[in-house]
């Protein structure tokens, strides 16, 4: 079923000692979508292996301590879109996961000394908006609101087994069971639709096929509080709030729910990779097998075409089909929708030691301690939503943003197991970087030094003497996150965003 890359003399015995067992699953992969699946087949009373290529578990959802006493979450650093129903169904907080609420969740500052806080509190946004307008102050928790209900409307679609077209049924009473399972999705759905009623779908299209720019338009008027919630229309994507489409990527990014609240997000003790360490302890309790170091190269497949067993890749797709499938065995027009899918990505991933908490100016605390200004994520680099624009426009150029967008986030300031006393670390969410720059290479180790300052110059100009309070950094772009963590083209979402590659289109129309 497959075969292993060997690393060293431990990795061929576990190898050897895997093939002679015969395993109702196996798992390709070792992040928290594998240890979930793995946990559940298990559950289900199935034997199931995991195979993880790097030498620990986690996939993107990962913890490392690069620096002694450091521990980064190096890639994903967020935590709010894990199924409220997973974590109560595989115990996840049984097993050791502890999330931590940041409060505010939003930290917006200028450099003409204004800011914008934000976060779960209505009195504290209202106050915050105010500073810029009144009308703006009114207006978001009716947006909000709107928000909130079309989560709602799609939490049952997100928790559903989507009705797909089965390839090649067999039997009669397979087709009949198809059709039945098909029919009651669709028709749970037009109910839910006839519910919200005509007016509220149509605002729900709206959304989802608008421009981001568009959308906030027409609900603000106040430069920082738009810039402030683009920011999420573009997050991980190669958009910009201009896109068509990009509502979309708005709303995916408040569906989140933590403790029936949506738009929350929050922090993981332990940093990101505890969230994976939960879900493989609830996989091992229910006797799944993981093993790390072992590489997949390929799927075995028989003369008649199908696999040797029952398989479940968490790779991304066209290293799927496109690297682990041997050649002339799927249909051509579904290899050629794999090939041309779109994994463009723009984004990359700066962690830092640092040896104090960056002051910001517009705050003028002189605290050196921990304020509400460094609990949630701090939005640098866009002033206003045509930045976002501009910024996407260099990377459409073929060079990374002169003036980068920047989430920065300090979990150390609630996550105390995270740095050593008095010490921090700090995650930096870059956009937009290409993937092959046409001005360099992210082979050329001046090349990432140069970027890498742009950025924390960038910092430095809302947070006087934050690059000297830089221990060491470490830094993925998007080829390092294809290399390093399996992400094709670095795109943290396996695949864009578009409304042409959501949900019955995914990952290629008909399949």
Same mark, same amino acid.
């Given at each position: 079923?497959?075969?292993?890359?060997?690393?060293?003399?431990?990795?061929?015995?576990?190898g050897?000692?895997?093939?002679?067992?015969?395993?109702?699953?196996?798992?390709?992969?070792?992040?928290?979508?594998?240890?979930?699946?793995?946990?559940y087949?298990?559950?289900?009373?199935?034997?199931?292996?995991? /195979?993880?290529r +790097?030498? !620990?578990?986690? $996939?993107?959802?990962?913890t490392?301590?690069?620096?002694?006493?450091? @521990? %980064? #979450?190096?890639?994903?650093?967020?935590?709010?879109?894990?199924?409220?129903?997973l974590?109560?169904?595989?115990?996840?907080?049984?097993?050791?996961?502890?999330?931590?609420?940041?409060?505010?969740s939003?930290?917006?500052?200028? /450099?003409?000394? +204004?800011? !914008?806080?934000? $976060?779960?509190?209505?009195?504290?946004?209202?106050?915050?908006?105010? @500073? %810029? #307008?009144?009308?703006?102050?009114e207006?978001?928790?009716?947006?909000?609101?709107?928000?909130?209900?079309?989560?709602?409307?799609?939490d049952?679609?997100?928790d559903?087994?989507?009705?797909?077209?089965?390839?090649?049924?067999?039997?009669?009473?397979?087709w009949?069971?198809?059709?039945?399972?098909?029919?009651?999705?669709?028709?749970?759905?037009?109910?839910?639709?006839?519910?919200?009623?005509?007016?509220?779908?149509?605002?729900?299209?709206?959304?989802?096929?608008?421009?981001?720019?568009?959308?906030?338009?027409?609900?603000?008027?106040?430069?920082?509080?738009?810039?402030?919630?683009?920011t999420?229309?573009?997050?991980g994507?190669?958009?910009?709030?201009?896109?068509?489409?990009?509502?979309?990527?708005?709303?995916?990014?408040?569906?989140?729910?933590?403790?029936?609240?949506?738009g929350?997000?929050?922090?993981?003790?332990?940093?990101?990779?505890?969230?994976?360490?939960?879900?493989?302890?609830?996989?091992?309790?229910?006797?799944?097998t993981?093993?790390?170091?072992?590489?997949?190269?390929?799927?075995?497949?028989?003369?008649?075409?199908?696999?040797?067993?029952?398989?479940?890749?968490?790779?991304?797709?066209?290293?799927?089909?496109?690297?682990?499938?041997?050649?002339?065995?799927?249909?051509?027009?579904?290899?050629?929708?794999?090939?041309?899918?779109?994994y463009?990505s723009?984004?990359?991933k700066?962690?830092?030691?640092?040896?104090?908490l960056?002051?910001?100016?517009?705050?003028?605390?002189?605290?050196?301690?921990?304020g509400?200004?460094?609990?949630?994520?701090?939005?640098?680099?866009?002033?206003?939503?045509?930045e976002?624009?501009?910024?996407?426009?260099?990377?459409?150029?073929?060079?990374?943003?002169r003036r980068?967008?920047?989430?920065?986030?300090?979990?150390?300031?609630?996550?105390?197991?995270?740095?050593?006393?008095?010490?921090?670390?700090?995650?930096?969410?870059?956009?937009?970087?290409?993937y092959k720059?046409?001005?360099?290479?992210?082979?050329?180790?001046?090349?990432?030094?140069?970027?890498?300052?742009?950025?924390?110059?960038?910092?430095?100009?809302?947070?006087?003497?934050?690059?000297?309070?830089?221990?060491?950094?470490?830094?993925?772009?998007?080829?390092?996150?294809?290399?390093?963590?399996?992400?094709?083209?670095?795109?943290?979402?396996?695949?864009a965003?578009?409304?042409?590659?959501?949900?019955?289109?995914?990952?290629?129309?008909?399949?």
């Amino acid at each position: 079923m497959w075969r292993q890359q060997t690393r060293n003399r431990c990795s061929v015995t576990s190898g050897r000692s895997l093939t002679a067992k015969k395993w109702d699953a196996l798992v390709i992969g070792g992040g928290h979508n594998d240890l979930t699946a793995a946990a559940y087949l298990a559950r289900s009373g199935l034997s199931v292996v995991v /195979l993880e290529r +790097r030498h !620990l578990i986690d $996939g993107a959802a990962v913890t490392e301590e690069l620096v002694p006493g450091y @521990k %980064f #979450s190096r890639c994903s650093y967020l935590q709010s879109l894990l199924r409220p129903a997973l974590i109560k169904e595989l115990e996840l907080k049984r097993h050791g996961l502890k999330m931590l609420k940041r409060f505010p969740s939003s930290f917006t500052p200028y /450099l003409d000394g +204004r800011y !914008l806080l934000l $976060g779960p509190d209505k009195e504290l946004n209202y106050l915050e908006i105010s @500073k %810029f #307008s009144k009308r703006d102050a009114e207006a978001y928790p009716r947006y909000e609101n709107r928000l909130e209900n079309f989560c709602k409307f799609m939490d049952p679609l997100l928790d559903s087994s989507p009705p797909e077209t089965l390839q090649g049924i067999s039997s009669f009473n397979a087709w009949m069971k198809s059709k039945l399972q098909k029919s009651v999705f669709w028709a749970y759905r037009l109910r839910r639709a006839l519910v919200m009623g005509q007016k509220q779908i149509v605002d729900f299209m709206d959304l989802l096929l608008s421009p981001a720019s568009v959308v906030l338009n027409n609900w603000f008027e106040n430069d920082v509080l738009k810039s402030t919630l683009a920011t999420d229309a573009v997050i991980g994507t190669t958009g910009s709030p201009n896109t068509p489409g990009s509502g979309y990527v708005l709303l995916h990014h408040v569906m989140g729910e933590t403790d029936g609240d949506h738009g929350i997000w929050l922090y993981v003790q332990g940093g990101m990779g505890s969230v994976s360490l939960a879900i493989s302890r609830a996989a091992k309790e229910a006797g799944a097998t993981i093993v790390t170091e072992a590489e997949v190269s390929e799927l075995m497949i028989e003369d008649s075409g199908r696999v040797c067993g029952v398989v479940l890749s968490n790779a991304t797709p066209y290293r799927t089909f496109m690297e682990f499938v041997p050649k002339n065995v799927l249909p051509d027009d579904f290899l050629r929708a794999i090939k041309n899918s779109d994994y463009s990505s723009a984004a990359m991933k700066i962690n830092l030691a640092i040896d104090k908490l960056p002051q910001f100016h517009c705050c003028k605390l002189g605290n050196p301690d921990a304020g509400p200004q460094h609990m949630g994520t701090i939005h640098i680099g866009s002033e206003i939503m045509e930045e976002i624009d501009s910024d996407y426009q260099d990377a459409v150029n073929g060079i990374p943003s002169r003036r980068p967008i920047i989430e920065m986030t300090i979990p150390s300031v609630l996550d105390k197991t995270s740095s050593p006393p008095g010490k921090h670390v700090i995650n930096l969410f870059v956009q937009y970087t290409p993937y092959k720059p046409s001005d360099g290479s992210w082979e050329d180790s001046a090349y990432r030094k140069s970027f890498a300052e742009s950025c924390f110059t960038l910092i430095e100009e809302h947070a006087s003497g934050f690059i000297s309070s830089i221990i060491e950094y470490d830094m993925l772009t998007p080829p390092d996150l294809e290399r390093e963590i399996g992400l094709t083209g670095g795109n943290i979402f396996h695949g864009a965003m578009g409304l042409d590659s959501l949900f019955l289109v995914r990952p290629v129309k008909g399949w």
